[in-house]
């Protein structure tokens, strides 16, 4: 999956300067691989579009490994040590997963709700944040007959970018 945003020559600068402080307030301990993982979700990107704006990584666990291995060379963790983290951070809210179209998870940083648009025939990921679409939810929400209330809902749109049009 192509993203709308690569990294700088591998070189991370933190979105949130303070990692510990991330799984300090998660109530999780400061562990390598936990660092490791969030070091590269937190990662500011740059964006191949200037007028983006945005971090715009998704990352599979895979591919999160990958990386962290090619860092920590053989004091990596070992890919399911990743796995485990990131569901880790699900459960405690510090990551999001989108599963494209490959069904492939990827995760990235909670930084901000957000949904994404993916093209069918390239992969590129696009993040989409509309206000009205959220209202829609509150609204549909407040309607259910069966439930006090939802946890949390994702939406991937699909698409055809410019670039495969």
């Not at 945003?5 to 998660?26: F, H, P, W």
């Not at 997963?97 to 957000?114: F, S």
Request: a positive charge.
């Amino acid at each position: 999956m192509q993203l709308c945003c690569i990294r700088a020559e591998g070189v991370y600068t933190l979105y949130m300067k303070n990692i510990d402080q991330i799984l300090t307030s998660s109530g999780l301990k400061k562990t390598l691989a936990r660092k490791a993982v969030l070091e590269i979700l937190t990662a500011e990107s740059l964006c191949k579009d200037k007028g983006c704006g945005h971090h715009c990584e998704l990352w599979s666990a895979d591919d999160l490994h990958k990386e962290i291995k090619a860092f920590y060379k053989k004091d990596a963790p070992d890919r399911v040590t990743v796995y485990r983290v990131l569901k880790e951070f699900l459960s405690k809210e510090i990551v999001y997963t989108c599963t494209g179209q490959d069904g492939v998870a990827r995760y990235e940083y909670a930084y901000n709700h957000h949904h994404h648009i993916v093209c069918v025939s390239c992969g590129l990921a696009e993040q989409v944040e509309s206000d009205v679409l959220e209202k829609a939810f509150q609204i549909m929400t407040k309607k259910l007959k069966h439930f006090k209330k939802a946890l949390s809902h994702s939406v991937e749109l699909q698409g055809v970018c410019t670039k495969c049009s």
